[in-house]
């Protein structure tokens, strides 16, 4: 069930179409997308959704097989590395080729390729997630090598963040120092940011629109805030004795969550009052309803029908 923007900010990110394949395997299949200037858009999916191939592709470290892609009004195929230099990728992967750096060097070399690099502000980040300046790459844990790679990252307070699970391998109270930095980052640039996450929760104060990925497809695309209009989990139950809540599948059905005797719990997408419409002709009784989390929201597409 894909929501088309309805924002008229220009786009920071065009995608038309594209695919990627890996010999007979899909990663994306004909992917959509529109970001306007200034969004965050939280990214999800299981594994194999395609995400961290999207990002790639974004930034030209992949080629795309078919479709369309502007990155910034840039396209990346030919334009590859303007984008990259205009972007702050942080990638999943924690490794880095030379690993013989110290800490400062290691930044010092990410310098050399982002003209707009703030040493004075590279500073602030480096003292702010303690990083351990003259500590060689290969000494680092992997959470100290995430620290490293954000503040490569951000400080060059780049118009585009790409951010591939940014907060792995940290611990709980790092993960918090970073949640605030970028909140502080996004406030203060406007940048626009691509924030892809396995732990739903922790980033969805920071999103306002929600990108699900399913098989290589788009399977949500929408605002936030729309979508938590327009979402409820309700308990709904079913007669003693003929049709129960088992055994019907209205079309504004995302998910089933459990079964208790003639009740079950449901996350649907209609107006409460349109759901109480259709449970009467449907012989079924509305016991409660309430408003659910954006994390809740995502869950529900990842883990219930197929989105179209």
């Given amino acids: 069930m894909t929501a088309q923007p309805a924002d008229h900010r220009p786009p920071a990110l065009q995608v038309r179409g594209l695919q990627k394949r890996y010999g007979r395997d899909t990663a994306l299949d004909g992917i959509d997308l529109s970001v306007p200037e200034g969004s965050v858009v939280l990214l999800v999916g299981p594994n194999g959704a395609g995400k961290t191939t999207l990002l790639k592709v ?17 396209i990346p195929a030919r334009e590859g590395a303007h984008v990259r230099a205009a972007t702050g990728f942080l990638p999943e992967s924690v490794e880095f080729p030379f690993a013989r750096m110290r800490v ?10 982002r003209p707009r690099w703030d040493e004075a502000y590279a500073g602030r980040l480096a003292d702010e ?3 351990r300046m003259d500590v060689r790459w290969k000494k680092l844990s992997k959470g100290q090598r995430r620290r490293v790679q954000l503040t490569a990252a951000l400080a060059h307070r780049p118009s585009l963040l790409l951010l591939d699970e940014p907060t792995d391998g940290l611990d ?6 970073v949640l605030g930095l970028l909140a502080r980052h996004l406030a203060e640039t406007g940048a626009t940011a691509l924030y892809s996450t396995h732990v739903l929760h922790e980033a969805q104060s920071l999103a306002d ?7 290589g497809r788009v399977g949500v695309d929408a605002p936030v805030e729309e979508l938590r209009r327009s979402h409820l989990r309700v308990r709904v ?16 059905l995302v998910r089933r969550e459990a079964t208790l005797g003639r009740d079950q719990s449901w996350i649907v997408r209609t107006p409460e009052d349109e759901l109480k419409s259709w449970a ?5 009784e509305v016991l409660e309803t309430e408003r659910i989390s954006m994390a809740d929201i995502a869950l529900a597409y990842l883990t219930g029908k197929e989105t179209s």
């Fill in 58 to 74: 974004l930034m030209d470290l992949l080629p795309a097989d078919e479709g369309d892609v502007q990155v910034l009004g840039r």
């Fill in 280 to 284: 009467r002709s449907a012989g079924l």
């Fill in 209 to 215: 629109r929600l990108l699900v990925l399913k098989r």
């Fill in 172 to 177: 709980p109270l790092v993960r918090e120092t």
């Fill in 237 to 252: 139950r079913g007669p003693e004795s003929g049709t129960g809540p088992d055994d019907v599948a209205p079309g504004f």
């Fill in 104 to 113: 400062r060097e290691v930044l010092a070399f990410h310098a050399r390729f």
């Fill in 129 to 131: 997630l303690e990083l």
